[in-house]
């Protein structure tokens, strides 16, 4: 079989591209920048076809699908920078992919979107997510449209950022709703359960949550982090208006100054109000999932940091 992935570079599409290509797959990668460094050590190790589109852009992706029997579609924003806005890119970007594909005669469609996607959703992220699944449900390609909660792992930008706020401060922020919940799940889990949906049947036409076997609130998440680091710090909850203030200036500052996505925006911010867990039985049954626990997890990546 031969797949197509975008958003290879990505904390996920990585080991999707490394479990894809330890499948034995045949793989095409799409690159906005196919002449970057990252993605021509990725598809230099994976043995992958570069190939150059920009999802923003529909007449870029003509040709990138053909001979192509699955696409594997992870490209996705937390953060908005200039024009890759979270309607552009999950709405708007996943519109061209699809349409692509179908018109491509790709037969098998993987999709990733984000557990507490659902119509009439508080945030902006979670409404360009509903609309992007969708536009996958109606394409007419037998489609498998994943949920994952808080995605893990040695590259994540979650446990890392607040270990390297321990590392070189006293306090740690406390933001959103202290009792709202999570439910993380390990990169490893999720790319294999994206690798293992394209010979699984019953996935076909199915949403499914990827879920870690463990809940946590935003402080316990913390506790495990300081526990797997063997640190101790002091939590500090951050009153939500002081947390909005403070967000809308790393939105305004990063992208005008800095030219990158900010740390923390307050679409981020509407989403810690609310919980983030889901039922991932389904998906363990099917695809025959393991979880390892969180703790367990963070503290053989996080050792070799110190």
Not at 76 to 96: A, D, K, L, M, Q
Not at 127 to 154: C, D, M, N
Not at 181 to 190: D, G, H, K, T
């Amino acid at each position: 079989m031969k797949i197509a992935i975008t958003g290879a570079t990505g904390f996920v599409g990585r080991e999707v591209v490394r479990q894809a290509q330890q499948a034995g797959y045949s793989l095409r990668l799409l690159a906005r920048h196919p002449q970057a460094s990252r993605m021509l050590r990725i598809a230099n190790q994976a043995a992958g076809e570069i190939i150059s589109g920009d999802v923003l852009e529909s007449t870029t992706l003509t040709g990138a699908f053909t001979g192509i029997d699955a696409v594997i579609h992870l490209v996705g924003i937390i953060s908005e920078v200039g024009r890759s806005t979270f309607e552009n890119v999950h709405t708007e970007g996943t519109r061209n992919v699809v349409n692509t594909a179908h018109a491509s005669g790709v037969k098998r469609f993987v999709h990733m979107s984000a557990l507490g996607t659902r119509p009439g959703a508080a945030s902006r992220y979670h409404q360009s997510k509903w609309e992007a699944e969708e536009l996958v449900r109606r394409s007419g390609v037998e489609h498998t449209i994943f949920r994952p909660s808080l995605i893990y792992g040695p590259e994540d930008h979650f446990v890392n950022l607040f270990y390297n706020i321990a590392r070189f401060s006293p306090v740690l922020p406390v933001m959103g709703r202290t009792n709202a919940r999570f439910q993380p799940v390990a990169v490893e889990v999720v790319a294999t359960a994206f690798i293992k949906a394209l010979a699984e049947p019953r996935t076909i036409n199915q949403t499914l949550d990827l879920c870690g076997p463990e809940t946590f609130t935003f402080t316990e998440l913390l506790d495990q982090i300081l526990e797997a680091s063997q640190r101790k710090r002091l939590k500090i909850h951050i009153p939500l208006p002081l947390a909005r203030f403070q967000a809308a200036f790393l939105e305004m500052v990063y992208p005008l100054i800095l030219r990158k996505a900010p740390p923390l925006n307050r679409e981020q911010l509407i989403m810690l109000q609310e919980d983030n867990i889901g039922d991932q039985r389904k998906a363990q049954e099917l695809l025959e999932l393991t979880n390892p626990r969180f703790r367990e997890a963070i503290e053989s990546y996080l050792k070799r940091k110190t």
